[in-house]
């Protein structure tokens, strides 16, 4: 077996894992069909940290996420794993994710495998976007209307504070980042960015847009902003 199998098998097995826990918390504990779904989405999210370490090339990443999106498809398509698709509400979020998986992993080889690339992208949508859902269910504060969709003035702060704590934490640990304007201008660029995205994409979509605008924040003030103050 080549050297590059092993890491995918063991990926693979550990996204089984994953769904298996959402289908016993969905069929025997009784959760409902939208805890099991954010379990999935943030341990989705974690098991994703390790592709840059233990995959060599998006081509990988691409057959690995290719395969998870055609086994949702068919999921969603045969009503297959409740614990990801008993939703009431349309949504192609499953779908969504692997592709901005491996939409994050080409930017990080583009920008010569700088890991904030892809870290910071992915951890704002596994983390920030289940901590909007949830503070904006639990306080119900100040609903809008986007589209035929409602959110709130209270989920969409808590996800952009959240996204202002991944990134410091992303930055902090990876790079050393020059200077505390262009780390704000980062964060802001990126977090505003995101938070605007999850709040106008409807339909699960902003599984992709909020990666996305996490990466136009990151190019915009990185690649375009910082070379003009240095």
């Known amino acids: 077996m080549t050297d590059w199998a092993i890491p995918m098998l063991a990926l ?105 690339y892809y870290y910071l992208p992915i951890l704002v949508l596994a983390i920030c976007d289940p901590v909007a859902a949830y503070v904006g269910r639990r306080t119900r504060y100040k609903p809008y209307r986007v589209g035929q969709g409602i959110k709130t003035v209270g989920g969409s702060l808590a996800f952009f504070a959240a996204a202002i704590l991944v990134t410091a934490g992303v930055y902090l640990y990876l790079r050393d980042f020059p200077g505390i304007a262009a780390f704000g201008a980062v964060a802001l660029a990126a977090g505003g960015l995101a938070t605007l995205a999850e709040a106008f994409s409807r339909k699960g979509l902003d599984n992709i847009t909020i990666p996305l605008a996490v990466l136009l924040g990151m190019v915009a003030v990185e690649q375009l902003m910082i070379p003009l103050w240095s």
């Open 12 to 116: 693979s097995g550990a996204f089984c894992v994953l769904f298996a826990v959402a289908e016993i918390l969905y069929h025997i504990r009784g959760s409902n069909a939208e805890t099991t779904r954010k379990v999935v989405h943030i341990g989705t999210g974690l098991l994703a940290l390790l592709f840059p370490v233990v995959l060599n090339s998006h081509w990988q990443v691409l057959l690995l996420c290719g395969s998870f999106a055609v086994l949702l498809w068919i999921s969603m398509r045969y009503k297959l794993l409740p614990s990801i698709n008993g939703i009431r509400r349309k949504s192609y979020g499953s779908l969504g994710y692997p592709v901005s998986v491996y939409i994050s992993f080409l930017a990080y080889e583009y920008f010569g495998k700088q890991y904030a």
